[in-house]
């Protein structure tokens, strides 16, 4: 059953019960967005960012509504404005970076610093186009340490060794992939898994043969 001080300011936020449980299915961790701390002080501040998001054409009965106005509401205006002009500089135009907000309003959240960072990484010492990371943008969710550096370095060993022409992938995928399964697909599977478990844990995912932390993000 859904918890009615999540739910209350959600329909009063979409005008609709039957909307608000739609886009907590669609999305539960709105439940854990404060959205009353937000709607009741703001006032004209929160219904001008209703309509803000409203002029972006992001449908009001999708999940993404409610995130993306909750997002706007967190960030002041100084640190969007950073933020949309350091997506600038990799190449990308404000209408891109308004399509792809649309589509996960949570990129935004980002600090610019490792956005910074994990473009660097992406475009710099991947040779990846900006337009992958534009279209993939939940790669910016992930942990540059934990998750891209390590895998990067498995799998640039194995392209470098010609171990991966018959092993087809996705470069981006595999940066998606629950941890067990690259281990699985990308490491155990080759005679030099002792090497490449080297590698990995060089460069960080690992400590004395255990993975750090219960997550990778």
Known sequence: MVNKTGINPLSNLLQSSEKAINA???SPCILDLDLQKWIAPKG???EEVVDLVKEMGINPKRSQFVIAVYIMLL???SKWDKKIDVY???GWSEEEILTTFRK???FMITSVDKIMRMMDHFVNKMGWEPSIILKQSNLLSLSLEKRIVPRGSVLQYLSSKGLLKNNPYNPVTSFKLPEETFLQRFVNCYDE???LMKLYREAGSY???KVKGKRHL
């Open 193 to 195: 898994a002792p090497q």
């Open 24 to 26: 907590i299915k669609g």
């Open 207 to 209: 400590k004395d043969g």
């Open 104 to 106: 996960n309003p949570w």
């Open 75 to 77: 960030l002041p205006k």
């Open 44 to 46: 004209s501040r929160f």
């Open 88 to 90: 600038r500089r990799w």
